[in-house]
């Protein structure tokens, strides 16, 4: 049972365009909503996160938005440059007593000049 | 900076080989897992461990073993490769509450042939 759906699957934007990438989970204990960036090669890297205390959190261009009663997550990428071409993961985890973070299937940005 | 690093960035194997993937990481951190990537099906979790000795389950276990002798290090041992345990492996570390955040390594792409 996928816990965490994410999509689309591939996104193409403009440079200079919002992306934006949506989650939603099933899972009401869930309570740490974090998102990966992975370039081609390398590990996947934490970019930003959220706890469901706020809905919605930014840092620089990147931006969280959250709804708890929908269970639904999204990322917003302003000003989309060709440098954030990689693929985003959203993830949730249970922060207490829990080692697991549960993963989407990942989206593929492109950014295009 | 935390740095994990995987043994191996690509590795091919013949059916039936017994393999080896080691992951080192080097801030203390009491949790290591590791993950297989897949495309399309996002980050998988193997198996994980929360302190020397110790190991969990993941979502994905049968076909793998894993050991944790040293806090530092953690093994990925596929007994018996076969051809649908070609992927990418991850391995990532995590210290205690409130610093959630995995740390990826790069990943060793296996080819079992």
């Known amino acids: 049972q996928q816990q965490v759906k994410q999509s689309p699957q591939s996104l193409i934007v403009q440079k200079g365009g919002i992306s934006i990438i949506n989650c939603a989970y099933e899972?009401?204990?869930?309570?740490?909503f974090p998102w990966y960036q992975q370039f081609p090669g390398k590990g996947p890297a934490l970019l930003i996160a959220i706890r469901p205390d706020v809905s919605e959190k930014k840092e620089g261009r990147f931006t969280i938005s959250f709804n708890k009663s929908a269970k639904q997550f999204s990322l917003h990428i302003m000003d989309s440059q060709p440098g954030d071409s990689a693929t985003y993961f959203c993830?949730?985890?249970?922060?207490?007593?829990?080692?697991?973070?549960?993963f989407g299937k990942g989206t593929k940005l492109s950014v295009i000049p | 900076d935390v740095k994990v690093t995987q043994s191996s960035r690509y590795l091919v194997k013949r059916t039936g080989e017994k393999v080896f993937l080691e992951c080192v990481q080097d801030?203390?951190?009491?949790?290591m897992f590791w993950y297989r990537q897949d495309p399309g099906l996002g980050l998988r979790l193997i198996y994980f461990s929360y302190d020397v000795k110790m190991k969990e389950k993941g979502d994905i276990p049968e076909g793998y073993s894993v050991s944790r002798e040293k806090k530092e290090r953690f093994s990925l041992i596929l007994e018996s490769a076969s051809t649908n345990q070609t992927s990418m492996y991850l391995c990532a570390s995590r210290g205690v509450r409130p610093h959630y955040e995995q740390y990826f390594g790069p990943g060793t792409r296996l080819t079992v042939t």
């Open positions: 801030m203390d951190h009491e949790n």
């Open positions: 993830a949730a985890s249970k922060e207490a007593g829990s080692y697991q973070l549960t």
């Open positions: 899972n009401t204990a869930f309570d740490y």
